[in-house]
């Protein structure tokens, strides 16, 4: 067997990007829809809310660490215990700056449904409409509250709901992913033992990432859509036709 070159990339260092497909007219329809509703003004009665969600695997120390001292880092053992997973979800509102997560057990459409259910009455509840902006996961749909609720309800949480679902391959439109990586970097970056830690360990981030975190500005637009990402939009030809 040969030996490895030293500069061939391994598998697991290769990094994972969306990649967009070309010409695909459904792409920039959704892509373009998101857009515009980024360009909206803040309106209290209709805040831009978008939405995300991610497991975090919980990992129970076999040994204690060694603790830092004056030119250590603390030092933790390979070995670890696998203690499940918890779904997390997120959902932040660019024109306020101010972003909301809550931990659940599972990742189903019921615990989607029930979370759905808080944003509308609990958080936003003096608002005529909520436009949401999610991806496209199975679970993120108004079926699912219809799987959670009686018909009435469902109806009554999905009419106050303005849904704007992002393009497969286009997850970095979602403003809600992007804070996801703070929220990775910042807290997530390390073992954690069970969810009641993961719990105050988010909650406290949560609180503390609102004091300081500013406004998003989101200063992409479809012009520069249009110029930027052409190769993303189909080629028309002069008779109407895709080439």
């Known amino acids: 067997m040969e030996d490895i070159k030293k500069n061939e990339i391994k598998p ?7 990649i967009a497909p070309e010409g695909n007219a459904e792409f920039v329809c959704k892509m373009e829809d998101i857009l515009d509703v980024y360009k909206r003004s803040y309106d209290p009665l209709r805040p831009v809310v978008c939405m995300d969600e991610s497991s975090k695997q919980l990992l129970k120390e076999v040994r204690n660490p060694i603790a830092a001292e004056c030119g250590r880092v603390e030092r933790y053992d390979t070995e670890y215990e696998r203690n499940g997973t918890c779904n997390i979800f997120i959902d932040v509102e660019p024109l306020s700056g101010k972003r909301h997560t809550k931990v659940t057990e599972r990742r189903t459409k019921i615990d989607w449904a029930e979370y759905i259910k808080e944003l509308v009455d609990v958080k936003y509840a003096t608002a005529e409409k909520v436009v949401l902006v999610m991806d496209n996961l199975n679970t993120h749909s108004g079926s699912s509250l219809y799987e959670a609720f009686e018909p009435e309800e469902a109806k009554r949480i999905l009419d106050k709901l303005e849904i704007h679902h992002t393009p497969k391959h286009g997850s970095w439109l979602n403003i809600a992913e992007i804070e996801f990586s703070h929220l990775s970097r910042q807290c997530l970056d390390r073992r954690i033992a069970d969810a009641g830690i993961l719990k105050r360990e988010i909650n406290a ?28 939009y189909p080629v028309i030809a002069r008779n109407g036709q895709n080439q």
């Open 12 to 18: 697991w260092q290769k990094k994972e990007w969306c």
């Open 205 to 232: 981030w949560n609180e503390q990432r609102n004091k300081v975190a500013a406004k998003i500005d989101w200063q992409f637009t479809t012009d520069d859509a249009r110029i930027k990402l052409k190769r993303l």
